[in-house]
């Protein structure tokens, strides 16, 4: 959507050097809310001198966008057409059952909308794990932050920053979470097919301080086991 308005206001084709700029603007608001990634949007085209659109206008046209692509995988889930395990990440499940087993309190944090997030949560199957534990912007607030979301979990489990677990494939958490002295986990896998790592979020995620990276979490028992054990 970016790519595309960017090269409607200037009026020139996609090129190379385009399509590295946006997915560097988006990578670099990647975990916060969307609102911000429109708002990086706005700024770059006014920059280019180029006329562009209320933050708000791109933010629905977004999310009419990301609708389109994700009702029929929700329907399909609502209506059991196809297993859980269909869009989980590999793994996912028994990630959460082995940390839960092992003490860990679950907390979810995520830029998306938190409506969509608790409802595509349960149809997952993956609400048990976390209960009203997850932070998440309302209605496209563009103060929430995952940094906040961590403290303000730390404070109310009475624990520090530095005893925070975080997995994640988005640089903000995998940033705050290792500048506050945490252990970080960044998931890189292909979003694609689910399998091998896409080199690009690779990098992002090492570059914002991930402790170790993954594709996806089987098998997860071994997988932890070994991310656990330290460098």
Not at 98 to 123: P, Q, Y
Not at 151 to 161: A, F, R, Y
Not at 197 to 208: I, M, N, R, Y
Request: charged share 20%; with cysteine; proline share 5%.
């Amino acid at each position: 959507m970016m790519l595309q308005e960017l090269c409607n206001r200037l009026g020139q084709p996609v090129t190379d050097e385009m399509v590295h700029e946006v997915n560097d603007w988006i990578a670099s608001n990647n975990g916060k809310p969307t609102w911000h990634q429109m708002a990086c949007l706005r700024s770059q085209l006014l920059e280019r001198g180029c006329l562009a659109e209320a933050v708000e206008t791109y933010l629905d046209q977004f999310h009419a966008l990301l609708a389109a692509q994700t009702r029929p995988r929700l329907e399909d889930l609502a209506n059991e057409n196809c297993p859980q395990d269909t869009w989980r990440v590999p793994g996912a499940g028994e990630l959460l059952r082995e940390l839960a087993d092992r003490g860990f309190h679950l907390h979810l944090a995520s830029g998306t909308e938190k409506a969509a997030v608790v409802r595509e949560l349960a149809l997952l199957g993956l609400d048990q794990w976390f209960g009203t534990d997850v932070s998440a912007p309302h209605q496209g607030d563009p103060s929430f932050t995952k940094e906040s979301a961590l403290l303000e979990t730390c404070q109310k489990l009475g624990t520090s920053p530095a005893e925070a677990l975080a997995i994640g494939d988005g640089p903000v958490e995998i940033e705050v979470t290792s500048r506050l002295g945490g252990w970080t986990l960044g998931v890189a896998g292909h979003e694609d097919n689910r399998q091998g790592f896409d080199p690009w979020v690779a990098g992002k995620l090492d570059q914002s301080g991930a402790h170790a990276l993954v594709d996806h979490y089987t098998p997860a028992k071994q997988m932890l086991e070994w991310f656990l054990a330290g460098p």
